[in-house]
């Protein structure tokens, strides 16, 4: 019976597998073991159950299974707390791959959909920019707040209701600023910067990436964005399509491969991590290994970027107690743990207070919220409540996955005054107050003076 796909692919990671020791250290991190209680929704319950499906004594096509394997966030915390180095998001993704093709006849509706766009639409670059503009219209005519405030949208469904919330929650000051960088930025090879601008952030948060830009010129970066770049394909990974996945990762590899010594700077948490697991993902593929592997080596977020560079400091820029929550994949897939805060570091007079439990996921984890909803909101409530206790008007966080189900959580919960923003964009509003940046008809009249 258990000759599948999945038992192969699984085999193919037995040294993963194995290296677990059941010790148990990564229960108390695993958020879904913590809400659940069932070992079976623990990594080393998980571990288990995908040694017994390699092994041959468990049918991967039982719905305890699937169940299970599903209800993982992929937040890569057990990473973290396991002493044997367990690669957990690795045999994940190989587990979800072959479940996803087991799994075709038992999905839901959302699934299906979810499935069907991202093949038919987020692999072609075209669609997907239409698919966003379209996004976008609506969002800015405010149509989802209108369903929302209506009830009509939970009538529907309550999953409904939720996207919706996730849409809404992405809006904020999207007006160009006519402003270029007063100081001048360094030619050197290792402050070059290629942005890579990630399809969610560039369709819903294109200020995220503009302030990036300014921000990193600020600092002395130069910074180009190569065009034929595509989305990281994480949310293809982690909905186990990791061939759609690969010819995302290729597509990228090739658009960055103008400027080899440049390095690749992220926003968003989760696109970083799925730029860094280029390298396990293609290390089959004889065209692509080793390029994978040298593109891997030049990615990292912003926050990393500018530790490296040093961070100019800016002005004060509020009064309102801010607070910060780490991406997952920030911090687990790029171990950028004080990298953001010395962001936040470099504004002035800031009023922090630490997110009790800011290591520990939101519950967006990529379309899982849509997925599994009922444990992503228990999860996501947990979180909403320990930004009440801090007091926080402004919650940062470096990820738009998350960025989306704290906006969307607190919009539904009535928690509306709370700010959900990137760190750089304070960071940059910080340096526009410290006078950094000024507009084209200054430097243009500045340069004619000079001339
Ligand atoms: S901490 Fe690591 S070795 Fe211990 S049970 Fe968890 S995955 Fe296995
Ligand atoms: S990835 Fe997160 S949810 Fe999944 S087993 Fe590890 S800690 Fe638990």
């Known amino acids: 019976m ?38 079976n929704d623990s990594p080393r319950g998980r571990i288990y159950l995908m040694r017994a499906v390699e092994e041959g004594r468990l049918n991967p096509e039982s719905n305890s299974f699937g169940a299970h394997i599903n209800r993982c966030l992929g937040c890569r ?53 239409f698919a966003f503009t379209t996004t976008r219209v609506m969002r800015n005519i405010r149509l989802p707040k209108l369903l929302i405030r209506s009830k009509l949208a939970r009538l529907i469904s309550p999953r409904l209701e939720f996207a919706l919330a996730l849409l809404d929650s992405s809006r904020g000051d999207e007006r160009r ?3 270029s960088v007063a100081r001048p930025v360094s030619d ?7 942005l890579f ?67 690749i700077v992220t926003n968003a948490g989760g696109c970083g991590a799925m730029l860094l697991s280029y390298a396990h993902l293609l290390s089959d593929d004889a065209g692509y290994a080793e390029r994978a592997r040298e593109f891997a080596k030049r990615v990292r977020d912003i926050s990393q970027q500018l530790a490296a560079t040093g961070i100019l400091e800016g002005a004060s820029v509020s009064e309102s107690v801010t607070t910060y929550d780490a991406s997952c994949h920030l911090l687990y897939g790029q171990r950028a743990s004080e990298a953001p805060l010395e962001m ?3 504004i002035p007079d800031l009023k922090f207070v630490p997110l ?30 320990h930004i009440k206790e801090t007091g926080a008007q402004v919650l940062t966080t470096g990820n738009p996955g998350c960025h989306m189900q704290i906006g969307a959580g607190a919009r539904l919960k009535g928690m509306e005054g709370v700010r959900v923003c990137h ?16 507009s084209r008809s200054q430097e243009s009249e500045a340069r004619s003076q000079k001339g």
């Open 2 to 39: 258990v000759s599948s796909k999945l038992a192969i692919a699984l085999a193919d990671e037995e040294d993963k597998l194995l290296a677990c020791v059941h010790c148990g250290l990564c229960l108390e991190a695993c958020p879904t073991y913590l809400h659940t209680g069932d070992e």
């Open 77 to 129: 915390a057990c990473e973290q707390a396991c002493p044997a180095g367990v690669e957990y998001g690795q045999l994940l993704e190989a587990a979800r791959s072959d479940l996803t093709k087991t799994e075709r006849q038992r999905r839901g509706w959302t699934s299906r959909l979810i499935r069907f766009v991202l093949k038919h639409i987020w692999l072609h670059p075209a669609r997907l920019r």
């Open 177 to 179: 600023r006519d402003e």
């Open 188 to 194: 050197s090879a290792d402050s070059r910067a290629l």
């Open 197 to 263: 601008k990630g399809c969610v952030t560039e369709g819903l948060f294109a200020r995220v990436n503009r302030a990036c830009v300014r921000v990193l010129e600020a600092n002395g970066c130069s910074v180009s964005s190569p065009k034929d770049q595509v989305c990281c394909g994480a949310l293809h990974a982690h909905a186990g399509d990791l061939e759609g996945a690969r010819t995302l990762a290729r597509r990228n590899i090739d658009a960055f491969n103008d400027e080899a010594q440049a390095g």
């Open 344 to 346: 936040l570091g470099a």
């Open 356 to 385: 009790v439990g800011s290591e520990v996921c939101c519950g967006g984890a990529g379309v899982y919220n849509l997925l599994e909803p009922e444990l992503s909101r228990r999860v996501l409530d947990e979180k909403l409540a």
């Open 423 to 438: 760190p750089v964009e304070l960071l940059d509003e910080s340096y526009e107050r410290a006078g950094f940046y000024k």
